[in-house]
């Protein structure tokens, strides 16, 4: 069983940064995929950016250039660099982890976090 912690998450002006961070606990997340999925009022959940426990990564193509993702597995921790933000990226991100991955589809995941509001505001 593994539990994930968004944070990092809130309201920052058309142009800014923030860094997420989903922290983990339980056994063997190391060897997880580690995604990050965002979902807006009103849309669908969508894929954001996902890391293969070996470190390769997948971008979504409307963040590709803009969003990094990282992971620390001494600290079981992966991370969302996120520049050059607009108003469109203002949704709820979701952490989520599984053995299957990585992949876009929510499906490839067994483990989601509560998610973490940002706000980016024009």
């Known amino acids: 069983q593994v539990q994930l912690v968004e944070s990092g998450g809130g309201l920052v002006q058309a142009g800014g940064s923030l860094r997420l961070s989903c922290a983990a606990s339980g056994r063997s997340f190391s060897l997880y995929a580690v995604a990050w999925f965002r979902q807006a009022p009103g849309k669908e959940r969508e894929f954001v950016a996902a890391?293969?426990?070996?470190?390769?990564?997948a971008f979504a193509d409307s963040v590709k250039g803009r969003f990094t993702i990282s992971r620390d597995n001494a600290k079981n921790t992966v991370y969302l660099q996120m520049n050059s933000l607009r108003p469109e990226d203002t949704a709820v991100y979701y952490c989520?982890?599984?053995?299957?991955?990585?992949?876009?589809?929510?499906?490839?995941?067994?483990?989601w976090g509560q998610g973490t509001q940002v706000t980016v505001s024009s």
């Open positions: 890391i293969s426990w070996s470190g390769g990564r």
């Open positions: 989520a982890a599984g053995s299957r991955g990585p992949g876009v589809g929510a499906h490839f995941y067994d483990y």
